[in-house]
């Protein structure tokens, strides 16, 4: 396309469509007041670079015209762009007009379109300043407003990564500010709307987060009839009640409901680790104090200040895994982007250690590293802190471990060995549990120890008098004074008691006891039975349970089905939808339930979940759990194979033995292949543990039952390993020529090759060193060819 090139040394021009549009050159505004040469160049500029043909520009700024007329009209704006601009800028040829890039011309459009698709911070900040209002708002095209609603989503999409982006990075000020933008923006905006009031509270202006909650609130109902979410609603409520706790009282006031002075330090906590002064601490309460509800409560407190939230809730009901529940928190808070970037950060080593520990990371695993056999738990602490520390390195990070009182011993060792890491890490560890179950063990010296360190230990005391009818008028219970006093007589203080009579009947008499056994059933009583056994279903899933498997376990019931009975069940809260489960309003309402199922049908139910829960997403201690309530021997038997089987592929060799042992008691004698096999491993995890004696009682039961040649052959190899591990290399040679005579016997290539080795290894050691020559070539021979 021919034109004319402006001339180099000319001022550079500059054309802004954002807020109008302006020509200006060497500081000065050029005159272009001709209405129709402003369409020309606007429709010009936000072309392609080739440009348009003349027929397009005059149908799509003078569709009204007569072709003539409007041919007439294109070259008259035509002419007054060209005396405005000067020569060299457009692009004229034939039929096509274009206003092509040039060194010496500045459009804000074209530069802020460029910024915008870079994925360069810097970019983008400069895109936003670029943005200085609407496109071309003095014009009304379709192709004008296209482009206008376009540049306008754009520039609200950079702030909202802009506002997202600082906020992460903990730059308050800058985030706000671009909160604002976008509020300014679009005033119905809830998202905007939180994160400024996230930023605002942040930097320690709860006064200003509650008018942007109010704002929104205002405008909402103006605009819609509607009031804000309940995710907008419930951060505002979230931000006044911290505020709250650090407003000054008088000292004999009464503290907020639900623990006050413990919520101010655990906050306190987290500010500190929010500025790399990480920490850890422990919640003691006894059942029902509230323990749980104060982790959800810091939970909300970090998750909306942009904190990474890693929880788990330890289990009664299962054999406690050496590093649960820390290990099952750390997975369930990372997924996706997050996941693939740690296998990235964090050095294989340490991911190979990890993928062990659970099948949800085998393909972690970095098969072609040589790595030892097996760990030692110094080896599994050292690589699940790097993994952790890795974590927190993303961002601040925070850890909630509820339950601990089910923990392993291991569990202890492994934050033993984390808590002096914390003091520079954006990384603060929570533990709950219940003191009384800690206090008789080792677990309660280590919190001694851990208190002396630095650790916060917060126990729970019972609530006051006040706070109990306090707790009974927000849950809606007007009470008189006696009925308050008997209410903190009969619940000690207990919030979970007190709660559990206030979800009595209106009008019901006050228990005569404080057993929280029976109000539970009472709370129970008013269900229909179709919503009992759906409970009684739900309770041997456990606390937290999946819905496909609660109804598939449910129809075991010919009653009806059960999403007609959730409205019967979540409306006296005695179950909570999540966003991906359901659980128990708590679990002592769970054991309370479970219990009250007869024998029979409990053994019939967990039974009947065994065929229900999937193998590969399921631990194969929880298919144990349930085989042994089942019942059923046999049952108990393969689960406690497999569950052996993957202990000790986890390094959990003691309970490896443990489950091993169990399916051996469960396997008949007429499976001896099974029996072979199962001793075979329980030998190999006894070996590992340095328990000899347990060690050469298998092998030599596995060399006694041994009926097939193959069978014959690995047991005296095993043997003969054992024998020359333990020193004793007389019986490990004769055990080893026995086990070659036998391979030799049956034509066992492989099995004569690997005997010959281990007894020329064994021969050196005699000082036999001709015959192990002989033997080692024997050896070489079968694995060269």
């Not at 103006?222 to 911290?242: D, G, K, M, N, V």
């Not at 330090?265 to 850890?280: H, I, K, S, V, W």
């Not at 120890?449 to 007007?478: D, I, K, N, S, Y």
């Not at 005997?755 to 020329?760: G, Q, S």
Request: hydrophobic share 45%.
């Amino acid at each position: 396309m021919g034109n004319n090139q402006p001339d180099a040394a000319a001022p550079t021009l500059h054309i802004t469509l954002f807020n109008g549009l302006a020509l200006r050159q060497a500081g000065q505004l050029l005159p272009l007041t001709h209405p129709q040469a402003q369409r020309l160049l606007a429709l010009l500029l936000l072309q392609p670079p080739a440009g348009c043909s003349r027929q397009e520009i005059v149908t799509r700024i003078w569709p009204d015209q007569e072709p003539a007329q409007a041919r007439r009209t294109l070259s008259e704006a035509l002419y007054r762009l060209r005396q405005a601009m000067g020569e060299g800028w457009l692009a004229v040829e034939n039929d096509f007009l274009a206003l092509p890039p040039s060194p010496g011309l500045q459009v804000d459009y074209w530069q802020f379109q460029a910024a915008a698709e870079s994925q360069d911070l810097a970019a983008w900040q400069a895109a936003v300043r670029l943005y200085t209002g609407d496109l071309l708002p003095e014009l009304d095209y379709e192709w004008a407003l296209l482009a206008r609603e376009s540049g306008r989503e754009r520039y609200l999409h950079l702030l909202a990564e802009l506002a997202w982006h600082e906020e992460g990075n903990r730059n308050l000020r800058a985030a706000t500010n671009y909160y604002q933008k976008l509020l300014l923006q679009s005033p119905l905006r809830e998202d905007a709307a939180r994160g400024l009031m996230r930023t605002l509270a942040r930097a320690g202006r709860p006064a200003d987060a509650q008018q942007v909650y109010d704002d929104i609130h205002a405008a909402l109902a103006e605009a819609l009839q509607i009031a804000p979410t309940a995710a907008t609603t419930r951060l505002a409520q979230q931000i006044r009640e911290e505020a709250s706790l650090f407003t000054e009282v008088a000292g004999d006031e009464l503290p907020l409901l639900g623990r006050r002075r413990e919520r101010q330090q655990l906050l306190a906590l987290l500010n500190e680790a929010a500025r790399g002064e990480g920490g850890l601490a422990v919640i003691l309460a006894e059942a029902g104090l509230g323990k749980s509800r104060l982790l959800s409560h810091l939970a909300e407190a970090a998750r909306w200040r942009g904190w990474h939230i890693y929880q788990h809730k330890a289990e009664a009901m299962l054999p406690p895994n050496p590093y649960e529940p820390f290990l099952t928190a750390l997975l369930n808070g990372f997924r996706g982007a997050r996941r693939e970037l740690l296998a990235e950060l964090v050095n294989s080593h340490t991911l190979n250690i990890v993928a062990q520990l659970t099948p949800a990371l085998a393909d972690w695993r970095r098969p072609a590293l040589p790595e030892p056999a097996n760990y030692s738990p110094e080896d599994i602490a050292a690589a699940l802190i790097t993994f952790t520390l890795e974590l927190a390195a993303l961002g601040p990070t925070l850890i909630l471990l509820d339950d601990v009182q089910w923990a392993h011993p291991l569990f202890w060792q492994l934050l033993d060995r984390l808590l002096p890491q914390l003091a520079d890490q954006q990384l603060l560890v929570v533990l709950a549990g219940r003191g009384e179950a800690l206090q008789d063990g080792p677990p309660w010296e280590q919190l001694a120890a851990w208190e002396a360190a630095g650790a916060w230990l917060l126990p729970l005391a019972p609530l006051g008098g006040g706070e109990v009818a306090e707790l009974a008028t927000a849950f809606g219970r007007q009470l008189t004074v006696d009925q308050e006093q008997e209410l903190m007589r009969l619940s000690a203080g207990n919030p979970l008691l007190a709660l559990n009579w206030l979800s009595q009947p209106a009008g019901s008499d006050l228990p005569q006891n404080s057993d929280l056994e029976q109000l539970l059933l009472a709370r129970l009583a008013p269900l229909s039975p179709p919503a009992r056994l759906a409970l009684q279903a739900a309770s041997i899933l456990g606390y937290r349970f999946a819905f496909d498997q609660w109804q598939q376990l449910f129809r075991t019931f010919p009653v009806s089905e059960l999403p007609h009975l959730l409205v019967e069940l979540e409306a006296p809260r005695l179950i909570h939808a999540e966003a991906e489960s359901y659980r128990f309003d708590h679990d002592t309402l769970r054991s309370t339930i479970y219990r009250q199922i007869p024998p029979e049908r409990r053994r019939q139910l967990h039974r009947q979940l065994l065929s229900i829960l999937p193998e590969r997403t399921t631990p194969a201690a929880l298919f144990v759990y349930h085989a042994q309530q089942s019942g059923d021997e046999t049952l108990l038997a393969h689960h406690a194979a497999r569950a052996g089987q993957e202990a000790a592929h986890q390094y959990q060799y003691r309970e490896a033995v443990r489950l091993l042992t169990i399916a051996l008691d469960g396997t008949a004698e007429t499976e001896a292949a099974r029996q072979f096999d199962l001793l075979n491993s329980r030998a190999q995890a006894n070996g590992i543990l340095g328990e000899r004696e347990a060690q050469r009682a298998d092998l030599e039961t596995m060399a006694e039952q041994a009926a097939e040649p193959a069978q014959q052959i690995s047991a005296q190899r095993e043997l003969a390993i054992y024998y020359g591990a333990t020193g004793a290399m007389e019986e490990a040679e004769s055990t080893a020529r026995a086990g070659l005579a036998l391979a030799r016997e049956h034509q066992q290539a492989a099995a004569t090759a690997q005997l010959a080795a281990d007894l020329a290894s064994t021969l050196r050691i005699r000082g036999a060193y001709a015959e192990a020559d002989t033997l080692l070539r024997e050896a070489r021979d079968f694995y060269e060819t």
